[in-house]
């Protein structure tokens, strides 16, 4: 049996230190799962070789009330130790190999009963076993250590790719998105959420305009509505003006947009299949309206601790994808009334939605109509240039424009 052999290895504490990283109880049989935990307790606790007898007698103070049946069978795994060769340290890495492909395999088993059962989360769970050991079967290859050498690092250093902020009052700050990056913007509803994200996108100056091809995906309202709001913001036409003249609004747009962005419901969709869509259009800057409603797989206690984990799978989207990923999330009811939002004011979570991002900008209004086109930006969080701070800016509606 590979458990046995490779436990009649593990007695030596040299061996088991050199391979404890590589091993973890669930890749033993249900029988030996205990007797393995016991000489990880043992060895952390003596740091000398143990004989069989010896894991044996460790393993009887450990378990005090186990029955006669439970000793006996633990006294014939013993025993088959006991009969196993020793092996060179090269073949029981061999072993260990063997052990981490039986155990991948029995959870793609596990995981293709799922999907054939209908359930939505199954793939999730495949792609990030698969993720998980992309490079080889044993999942803790550490790979190079982040290189030293100030010439390699140049690039990470360059913000000439970065794609900034085409209002002029934030670009001056920094405030813009690059690859890899993860950011938050956040308002209470009628507020301007999806207008900012077309005019960010398609007004003069805007992402598309730098050379940045675009996605936003929509969950909540269709992105029917979101594409007549971009053609406002790429032409500079009101939706009377587009119905009045269709034909001319189409080419402004295209002229303006290229080909460059593009719009997606995604009502139901799970995070592989938004990464998939991600990477079939090459998109460098990607939307999640709301992210908040993006479906994971797992079981969380707490609402919070869902959004926690999805927005930390939302940062790591952005890296697998090589893209800047902008989550697009509602204000909770405490930032009514109020001219600067802090990320504490984000729905559904104080700080573990906020912990994961790069950047958080939170929109806010004045319910006065002498300042309805009068939008206050607030960046409460900013690990990109540093800056944190208000600055009021005007929004046309008719238009879905962001300006200074």
Known sequence: MLDTAILK???????????????????????????????????????????????????EVENPVSTRAEKADIEDVLSLIDLEEEYSADIA??????????????????????????????????KELFDTHSEGFVAHEFGEDTTLDIDDLKHDMDDSKRAMMNISTLARHGLGVQAGEFGIIFATPETGKTAFVVSLSCAPGGFIDQGYR??????????????????????????????????????????????????????????????????????????????????????????????????????????????????VSQASAEAEGKTRLSYTHMEGSKIGKAAEADWIAGISRHDTEEDD???????????????????????????SRYTE
Not at 373 to 399: D, L, M, Y
């Open 214 to 327: 675009v996605a936003i995906l929509g969950n909540e309202e269709s992105t029917r509505r979101t594409v007549v709001r971009a053609y406002s913001a790429a032409t500079g036409l009101t939706k009377k003006q587009i119905l009045a003249d269709t034909a001319t609004a189409k080419a402004m747009f295209h002229a303006r947009t290229g080909g460059m962005i593009s719009f997606k419901d995604t009502q139901d969709w799970d995070l592989t299949k938004i990464e998939d869509y991600i990477k079939h259009k090459g998109a460098g800057i990607v939307f999640v309206d709301q992210a908040d409603k993006v479906q994971i797989s797992g079981t969380y206690n707490a609402g919070h601790e869902r959004l926690r984990e999805l927005y930390r799978r939302l940062r790591e989207t952005a890296k697998s994808c090589d893209c800047a990923v902008i989550g």
């Open 9 to 59: 290895s593990l007695l030596q504490y040299e061996f088991y230190e050199q391979n404890k990283g590589r091993l973890n109880r669930k890749l033993f049989s249900d029988e030996i799962r205990s007797l393995y935990q016991t000489l990880v307790t043992a060895h952390e606790t003596y740091q000398h070789d143990l004989t069989s007898k010896e894991l044996y007698k460790i393993w």
């Open 93 to 126: 890495g061999d072993v260990i190999e063997k052990l981490h492909q039986r155990d991948v395999g029995k959870r793609l088993a596990t995981i293709a009963l799922e999907v054939s059962e209908g359930n939505p989360h199954a793939m999730q769970k495949a």
């Open 373 to 399: 086109c009068i939008r206050f930006i607030t960046i409460s969080k900013n690990k990109i240039s540093g800056w944190h701070g208000t600055e009021a800016v005007t929004i046309n509606p008719s238009t």
